[in-house]
């Protein structure tokens, strides 16, 4: 079982930004991607952007595209997720995740065995 922690969520306003961490808590398996997703009540939980290890690839949704990046530290199986230019939409409670998802679930929720705790990022005009 792998427990995933984030870090780093916060307020800020519409425009700033922030960065998320998330790290396994402790030495954990090979994985095979590592991603974000975020929710707000009475919604379902979105993807956001994901890591492959295996060649570094990033996906983003296209609502972040040009807005977040995602980075990782191999070696630790820890990510980032720099997010610049915040919008009041891009509040929510924001999860890490990792798995081994293939290519048509690496933005899913089903493609993703181990989840994170949650931290919340709100976003204020």
């Known amino acids: 079982q792998v427990q995933l922690v984030e870090t780093g969520g916060g307020f800020v306003r519409t425009g700033g930004s922030l960065t998320l961490s998330c790290a396994p808590s402790?030495?954990?398996?090979?994985?095979?991607?590592m991603a974000w997703f975020r929710q707000v009540p009475g919604k379902e939980r979105e993807f956001v952007a994901a890591?492959?290890?295996?060649?570094?690839?990033?996906y983003y949704a296209d609502s972040v595209k040009g807005r977040f990046v995602i980075s990782g530290d191999k070696p630790n199986s820890a990510i980032r997720l720099q997010m610049n230019n915040l919008e009041p939409e891009d509040a929510a409670t924001y999860y890490c995740a990792a798995g081994y998802p293939i290519l048509s679930t690496i933005a899913t929720i089903r493609g993703y065995r181990y989840w994170g705790q949650g931290t919340q990022v709100t976003v204020s005009s």
């Open positions: 402790a030495r954990t398996e090979s994985l095979g991607a």
């Open positions: 890591l492959r290890w295996n060649g570094g690839r990033t």
